[in-house]
């Protein structure tokens, strides 16, 4: 048995214990009558406090306790750190969502959850085998340190640290945008403010310990993620099937779901729906070829209807609603047609996705699972070529311990995408069987909660005018959705608090890596190892330390702009780190021919190809240039798979590069 002795331990279980305390401290102020947002207030508090104070005792300005933490932390607790600074928020936040929206397996389009799951943690069993004790035994500081260690080459490094800084940068705005999403829900504050005061709590932990205090701080933080999210399993399976076994109790749950499934997908109101928004699509589609013409009939018709309603005496509010219509709103004829694309994509969704979860391969092969098999091939390589996950194998003292300390995340990840998995079978049994078929004006008290929050995690359209709610008349917003969790199943406002607390903690802890890591390239990689290689220790760990300070910041600005999904963008990161790393990772590691120019080739390849295809099916530039969706997927690969196509393209020109240039040498 393990012998608990060490005060890292003690610190873990003396977290786990105030944890538990404070949770049951504030069930019994909820049951006392103390306000909710008092209750959440004191959760967002305790935790930033808390992170900043282990930050304050940890601080150093030692370089190998700075970077790479000692080489001396043990693998339970690197596994838990490595587990915290993988889920992120969107993985927390987003995957509950996801889940209850798309399924498991998609909507015969796009990919499901199921992608994600197995995507996110077969990645680990890829750094488990084949990089962990790799890395270790470099005994370097970062990735483009080994890079550059091992081709011996300044122009590796340096594009590897740009790569690292890339993939990184497009990650950490998704995290802070997450952050902002739950302060702000949590103190009462705007979006922005929230951002910036949980932004503090990061700082303090990751500017002044570095390495040292981030690895404190995401064990404590491992254990809030955990506890969070298997203790309101426990609640909401409790709630629903009378016994704290969350994926019993999902189980139990499923027959029930597809039988309700069946008779709302046959149901005559719920395809009256579906044919009113089929119009709507072909309405659109007929608009967006010809959006000149359109947008002046529209224009007439909408100026008709605010006249009528002006001179009937109608309210303020409906002439607004009527003059909030696009082809009134917007002057810019691109800015309509992103508007109308956008409507469109609400719509399809609405009448897509499926109703239950459809058991795999039932239903044939389709564009759905190529995109899900490539969405899977992304994640799993994506994982194992992240850069901020990558430099959690430098910490450990031997190589055994780094891949005993993947093994040890793994199963933490698991328990954590367990019991999301499970609660958002549960949570599909209420919106199915409580919210359809309910009246518009007898909503479930939840559902009109959720449509009146500050950050809206609901919304009703009803297409047929019929006063129901069907089905495709729901969407729920998935990005935070599982933030509703205790409002939708009828449990205790405090476990809202103790869930944001474990969202929080998801994002902190992934921010902080994030930020080591790309103050780190930058210090270390960029100027340093270059411009003065031979500078003293103090120097490099401050000048990583401002830079740091300046990256959060600009991160932060950029969030505060609140860009798309939090799950579109993390999943490009995805790609990106697999096409750019994994080539490069794999040959430089297994293969003694490989060499720089391979090195390069492979990296450079694999991240310009990754980079045009998202980039050439973002909505955006396809109005902007007037492309279409058809004319620049490949295969109907979704963007989010665009490592596909990378991946291979950096192996080849990798093995070809090396190849040719020994070739040329000899």
Known sequence: MMRLKSWPWRLLLLSFAGLVVLTLLLLLADFAGVPKGVVNGFFLVVSIIGYAVIGMFCRTTTPEEYFVAGRRISAPLNGMATAADWISAASFIGLTGLLLSDGFVGDGQHPGGLAYLLGWTGGFCLLGFLFAAKLNLSQSITIPDFLGRRFDSAAVRWFAAWGAILCSSIYLVAQIYGIGLVASMLSGLTFELGVFLALGGVLLCS???GMRAVTWTQGVQCVVIVVSMVVLGMAVSFKTQGHPFVTIAAAQSLPEIQQRAKQIETDPAELSTRDVISLRMSNLDVKIAEPTYAREV????VARQVARAKAEGASLREIQKLEANPAWRETSVDRLVGAWQAEREVLAEAIYRPVGFQVPLLNGWNQGWFNSLGLVFCLMLGTAALPHILVRSYTTSTP??????VVWALGIIVVVYLCASALAVLLKSFVLTELVGSHLDQLPDWADRLKLRKLALLSIQDYNQ???????????FNDYLVLGVPEI??????FTGLLAAGALAAALSTADGLLLTISNALAQDLYFQTAEPNAPPLRRVMLSKILLMVVALM??????????????????????????????????????????VGALMAMVSGLVVTLYYIAVNHPWLQMRFQLQAADTLWFGLDPVCAGVFGVPVGLLLGVAGSKLSNTLKN
């Open 207 to 209: 500017f002044l310990g």
């Open 298 to 301: 529209e224009r007439q018709a």
């Open 400 to 405: 055994a311990e780094a891949q005993r300390s």
């Open 466 to 476: 019929d006063g129901i709610v069907q089905f495709a008349d729901i969407r729920l």
């Open 489 to 494: 199943t009828h449990i205790s406002s405090v």
């Open 555 to 596: 991160a932060a600005w950029f969030a505060t702009n609140r860009p798309v999904s939090i799950l579109f963008w993390v999943t490009c990161a995805f790609s990106l780190a697999a096409a750019t790393f994994f080539p490069v990772l794999l040959l430089g590691i297994y293969w003694r021919g490989m060499n720089r």
